[in-house]
T-cell receptor, first 115, second 115 residues
Framework: AQSVTQLDSQVPVFEEAPVELRCNYSSSVSVYLFWYVQYPNQGLQLLLKYLSGSTLVESINGFEAEFNKSQTSFHLRKPSVHISDTAEYFCAVSNTNFGNEKLTFGTGTRLTIIP | DTGVSQNPRHKITKRGQNVTFRCDPISEHNRLYWYRQTLGQGPEFLTYFQNEAQLEKSRLLSDRFSAERPKGSFSTLEIQRTEQGDSAMYLC?????????????FGSGTRLTVV
């Protein structure tokens, strides 16, 4: 079984300040790791993913996440946030070994940018 | 490529009524997933199709729920004798099996309110 923990349900941040959204996972098998973003009244969009290789992965809009196997973490960071980053962010895992790529999600972190 | 389309966007129904939702995946995607998202929670896996075959169902999917994917194209999710606890956002996603680990494309969801 797999589980994902996002300890911070809400994170308020001033515009242009840095932010870190925390994600820890538990799994008995190797996993792929994902961050999805959900803007108000929209579906989930893939923000970035870790499959293998370099443990630091980046998105096109300035977010990055680092896979830390020893700490079973995949925290999301951005050095300077913008109003448009206001959204809910979900961390998710799927196993690498089985046919079904079922995702297990965390409970989400609502990022609010303060002007 | 118009993405994953879900209809209707919103559905309000009386307790005890039957409802049906439709999902049109990206045309070349052979995998289709249904998830349910309740307030304050991350999406939870319901069921998964590869082509027309339903390969896995979650224990969350009670006997009142049925999903189909005739001809391996669009999918429908039916809930019979709706209950207030069925109120949630129902999300559909699709992917291509040979692009394992690349993540899904989600639709915008159908929000069900049972009154």
């Amino acid at each position: 079984a797999q589980s994902v923990t996002q300890l911070d349900s809400q994170v308020p941040v001033f515009e242009e300040a840095p932010v870190e959204l925390r994600c820890n996972y538990s799994s008995s098998v190797s996993v792929y790791l994902f961050w999805y973003v959900q803007y108000p009244n929209q579906g989930l969009q893939l923000l970035l993913k870790y499959l293998s290789g370099s443990t630091l992965v980046e998105s096109i809009n300035g977010f990055e996440a680092e896979f830390n196997k020893s700490q079973t973490s995949f925290h999301l960071r951005k050095p300077s946030v913008h109003i448009s980053d206001t959204a809910e962010y979900f961390c998710a895992v799927s196993n690498t070994n089985f046919g079904n790529e079922k995702l297990t999600f965390g409970t989400g972190t609502r990022l609010t940018i303060i002007p | 490529d118009t993405g994953v389309s879900q209809n209707p966007r919103h559905k309000i129904t009386k307790r005890g009524q039957n409802v049906t939702f439709r999902c049109d995946p990206i045309s070349e995607h052979n995998r289709l997933y249904w998830y349910r998202q309740t307030l304050g929670q991350g999406p939870e896996f319901l069921t998964y199709f590869q082509n027309e075959a339903q390969l896995e169902k979650s224990r969350l999917l009670s006997d009142r729920f049925s999903a189909e994917r005739p001809k391996g194209s669009f999918s429908t999710l039916e809930i019979q004798r709706t209950e207030q606890g069925d109120s949630a956002m129902y999300l559909c996603a699709s992917s291509l099996s040979r692009q394992r680990g690349y993540g899904y494309t989600f639709g915008s969801g159908t929000r069900l309110t049972v009154v």
